[in-house]
């Protein structure tokens, strides 16, 4: 009879990091799930939390474009980033904030829709962010704020990132209370978690090693 001891272990594959045309490609098309994903809540007067939630809210208070203001919003934030996360996070953070902005502008010159069920278009389109989140966290990227100091908390400390930006995103989307109507914040409040979940479940310190 075999012993345990002659079964081989298996053996360790070496990993590969990803190169900088793969890391472009993610970039571009994570955000590109992001934006498609603001389109669908903008069109049906939704919102989501972190900054992009916070985007909302300007959008609809001042009629500042989203990409605008998502922009702007993002600023202050890089300086943590750079401190602690360094400047390749850095650089592709500011590089997937920028192109959210510009893709969420864009969306709407090409594609229009002519009706959209709004607690569909609500949860759908936080299913699509969240996506297109984890594809940029795989790259070692975000989209700012709220990203940044959640991911640089479960680096540091271990804290769950999606966990973090839940309990976040669900302060900010309450703020919104004045701003859309009950009906929308229920959705919009069941969007931010369907997110965070996907991002709870996709993201976790240790699941990855490039």
């Avoid at 793969?22 to 934006?35: N, R």
């Avoid at 203001?69 to 890089?78: D, E, G, H, S, T």
């Avoid at 769950?160 to 919009?188: N, P, T, W």
Wanted: charged letters at 10%; aromatic letters at 12%; glycine letters at 8%.
């Amino acid at each position: 009879m075999a012993s345990v001891d002659n079964f081989e272990k298996p053996v360790e594959q070496p990993r590969t990091a990803h190169t900088a045309l793969e890391d472009v490609l993610a970039i571009v098309i994570g955000t590109l799930m992001v934006s498609f994903g603001v389109v669908m809540l903008r069109q049906v007067g939704a919102l989501t939390g972190g900054t992009a939630g916070m985007a909302f809210l300007a959008h609809y208070l001042t009629q500042v474009s989203f990409g605008t203001a998502f922009f702007i919003i993002n600023l202050p934030f890089y300086y943590l980033s750079i401190r602690r996360m360094g400047w390749q996070f850095t650089l592709k953070t500011f590089s997937a904030v920028a192109l959210v902005s510009v893709f969420s502008d864009l969306h709407p010159l090409f594609i229009h829709f002519d009706h959209l069920q709004p607690f569909y278009a609500t949860l759908f389109g936080n299913v699509i962010m969240g996506i297109g989140f984890i594809v940029l966290f795989r790259h070692k990227a975000s989209l700012g704020g709220v990203n940044i100091l959640a991911l640089f908390l479960q680096d540091k400390y271990g804290l769950r990132a999606g966990k973090l930006q839940m309990g976040v995103d669900c302060c900010i989307v309450l703020a919104s209370l004045f701003v859309v109507s009950y009906e929308m914040l229920i959705a919009s409040i069941l969007g931010a978690v369907i997110v965070n979940l996907i991002i709870a479940m996709n993201h976790r310190p240790g699941r990855y090693s490039v």
